[in-house]
């Protein structure tokens, strides 16, 4: 009788068991997953790449700080 492991295996072989590295992918993938429609991700992405200008003006300046503190430890490699 297969265990929960073994059925666990087979559905991420069938459904294309990929492994990748990268904090920011990890974290996106967990967001889009567990959290934000990838429509919604994907909208917000090409409203970002039609303004690629800076600097981006920002009403929370506690909101934007933490962003940038998200940012920079997601694709910093040392914690």
Same mark, same amino acid.
């Given at each position: 009788?297969?265990?929960?492991?073994?059925?666990?295996?087979?559905?991420?072989? /069938?459904?294309?068991?990929? &492994?990748?590295? !990268?904090?920011?992918?990890?974290?996106?993938?967990? +967001?889009? %997953?567990?959290?934000?429609?990838?429509?919604?991700?994907?909208?917000?992405? /090409?409203?970002?790449?039609? &303004?690629?200008? !800076?600097?981006?003006?920002?009403?929370?300046?506690? +909101?934007? %700080?933490?962003?940038?503190?998200?940012?920079?430890?997601?694709?910093?490699?040392?914690?």
């Amino acid at each position: 009788m297969p265990t929960n492991s073994d059925l666990n295996d087979g559905l991420r072989a /069938r459904s294309g068991a990929v &492994d990748l590295d !990268g904090r920011l992918v990890a974290f996106l993938y967990a +967001l889009l %997953r567990d959290h934000v429609q990838p429509g919604v991700a994907e909208a917000l992405v /090409r409203e970002t790449e039609l &303004d690629p200008s !800076g600097p981006h003006h920002y009403s929370n300046g506690w +909101l934007a %700080r933490y962003a940038e503190d998200l940012a920079g430890r997601l694709l910093t490699k040392t914690p």
